[in-house]
């Protein structure tokens, strides 16, 4: 119930992009908008489909952006949330594979499951499944490397950034 609850969050929140666009330009008077979206939204959308309707508003309104990991990136996601674990989105298949898999190697009950550890024992497996999402997802708009977004540091810089991947693009 709560993934579901999560889910439709994660949808909602999307779709109301547009809105908070507007509202950012006519309360704030702000000329930019961005839009950074949890990575959850691989698991919400079917970037596959050309009529998907969170990929389509968001990419009639926004600029899709791919920050693409590297290993050392993905190692560090993985040290933080080993840290500090989150409640995250996963896709109801890959959520049930990953459980029963989780209580054999425990051996445990599943009233007995400590959560935060179940949830760091899949979080580097969620990473990975989501690779090919995200990859499909970029194809609607560009990608930079999180090596490259880190080295923008003024706006300028990014603006610069985003302008070359553009170009890399090609029309």
């Not at 990575?39 to 791919?66: F, H, K, R, Y």
């Not at 898999?101 to 445990?108: R, S």
């Amino acid at each position: 119930r709560r993934q579901d609850q999560h889910r439709q969050a994660e949808i909602a929140a999307m779709l109301d992009t547009p809105r908070f666009i507007d509202r950012a330009s006519a309360l704030y008077g702000y000329p930019h908008f961005i839009c950074d979206t949890s990575g959850s939204i691989c698991e919400v959308v079917e970037a596959d489909d050309p009529a998907d309707p969170v990929m389509t508003a968001l990419s009639q309104n926004l600029l899709l952006v791919w920050i693409k990991g590297s290993e050392a990136h993905r190692e560090e996601l993985i040290r933080r949330f080993d840290r500090a674990p989150k409640p995250m989105y996963y896709r109801p298949e890959f959520l049930t594979a990953l459980w029963s898999e989780y209580l054999a190697l425990q051996d445990l009950p599943a009233d007995k499951v400590d959560p935060d550890a179940f949830l760091r024992f899949g979080y580097a497996r969620l990473l990975e499944s989501r690779q090919p999402r995200y990859a499909a997802m970029a194809e609607w708009g560009i990608t930079i490397t999180a090596e490259e977004a880190a080295e923008a540091t003024t706006p300028a810089a990014f603006d610069q950034l985003i302008a070359e991947a553009l170009d890399r693009q090609g029309p």
